[in-house]
């Protein structure tokens, strides 16, 4: 499968504790978006990579979280102090330089935090 | 601030039918508004996309269409079968130094064979 990787699946973790996914996007795409999705609603945006800069956060993103890119290859999302509230799924998107519009999302990591 | 309205939240047809789900957008400044499909407990899929200089665009029995001067653009699904069953999202892009998109709440297609 060449397509956006994401690792774990899924994560359970009791309130308080730090979690880290990651991100493997498509070979090639120097743009990474991640977003977060909660049930019954559409993906919310939370940061924006391109290459191995970080261009844009939204507010959703508190600073309890924290995003990498160090190569301006995989990613890293990082929850430090987990609240029940972060329970969600996290998605991973890439775009590919020649069509920057498109975005090809990965499986996701779902959070659960107890 | 900019959203993404989208409705019905939930549409049930009968197989064959067509179904319609309709988006409205509050950027004037949007350009592309892409449509995905997700099935229960996978990725978004993109199904089919739309640019501003563009009115419609079809592929098989997928087509979009788009108004922006009223900022509304609809998916429309002919000759539904019961594997288009999903949660079919819109959205909108929104430039600010990067493409982020701006997702719909969904819409709960359930094909009836």
């Known amino acids: 499968d060449t397509g956006v990787s994401q690792d774990p699946r899924h994560k359970i973790t009791k309130r308080g504790q730090n979690v880290t996914f990651r991100c493997d996007p498509i070979s090639e795409h120097n743009r990474l978006y991640w977003y977060r999705q909660t049930l019954g609603q559409g993906p919310e945006f939370l940061t924006y990579?391109?290459?191995?800069?970080?261009?844009?956060k939204s507010r959703l993103l508190s600073d309890r979280f924290s995003a990498e890119r160090p190569k301006g290859s995989f990613s890293t999302l990082e929850i430090q102090r987990t609240e029940q509230g972060d329970s969600a799924m996290y998605l991973c998107?890439?775009?590919?330089?020649?069509?920057?519009?498109?975005?090809?999302f990965g499986p996701g990591t779902r959070l659960t935090v107890t | 601030g900019e959203n993404v309205e989208q409705h019905p939240s939930t549409l049930s047809v009968q197989e064959g039918d067509s179904a319609v789900i309709k988006c409205t957008y509050s950027?004037?400044?949007?350009?592309?508004f892409p449509w995905y499909k997700q099935e229960l407990g996978k990725r978004p899929q993109l199904i089919i996309d739309?640019?501003?200089?563009?009115g419609e665009k079809k592929d098989q029995r997928i087509a979009v269409t788009l108004n922006k001067t009223a900022k509304h653009f609809s998916l429309h699904i002919t000759e539904t079968q019961p594997e288009d069953s999903a949660v079919y999202f819109c959205?909108?892009?929104?430039?600010?130094?990067?493409?982020?998109?701006?997702f719909g709440t969904g819409t709960r297609l359930k094909v009836l064979a």
């Open positions: 998107a890439s775009s590919p330089r020649e069509r920057r519009y498109e975005q090809y």
């Open positions: 959205a909108a892009d929104r430039y600010s130094g990067t493409y982020k998109y701006i």
């Open positions: 990579f391109q290459n191995e800069a970080q261009l844009e």
């Open positions: 950027d004037s400044a949007s350009n592309y």
């Open positions: 739309i640019r501003s200089n563009v």
